[in-house]
């Protein structure tokens, strides 16, 4: 019984720190590589139309 009692919290506590790892870290470093790659793509649609009218 105190074994399985030991084992439950010890899930309990794993389970809510990868919970909170996902929620304080992944999450926000979600957010930030969305807009780094958004601009990436501005900057290439400008890379390409520059590169259209040069060869026009």
Same mark, same amino acid.
Request: aromatic content about 10%.
């Given at each position: 019984?105190?074994?399985?009692?030991?084992?439950?919290?010890?899930?309990?506590?794993?389970?809510?720190? *990868?919970? *909170?790892?996902?929620?304080?870290?992944?999450?926000?470093?979600?957010?930030?590589?969305?807009?780094?790659?958004?601009?990436?793509?501005?900057?290439?649609?400008?890379?390409?139309?520059?590169?259209?009218? *040069?060869?026009?």
């Amino acid at each position: 019984m105190l074994i399985t009692r030991g084992i439950s919290l010890v899930n309990f506590a794993v389970a809510s720190s *990868a919970l *909170a790892f996902q929620v304080f870290v992944l999450y926000p470093w979600h957010n930030q590589l969305d807009e780094e790659f958004k601009a990436l793509k501005t900057e290439h649609r400008q890379l390409l139309q520059q590169l259209r009218i *040069a060869n026009k």
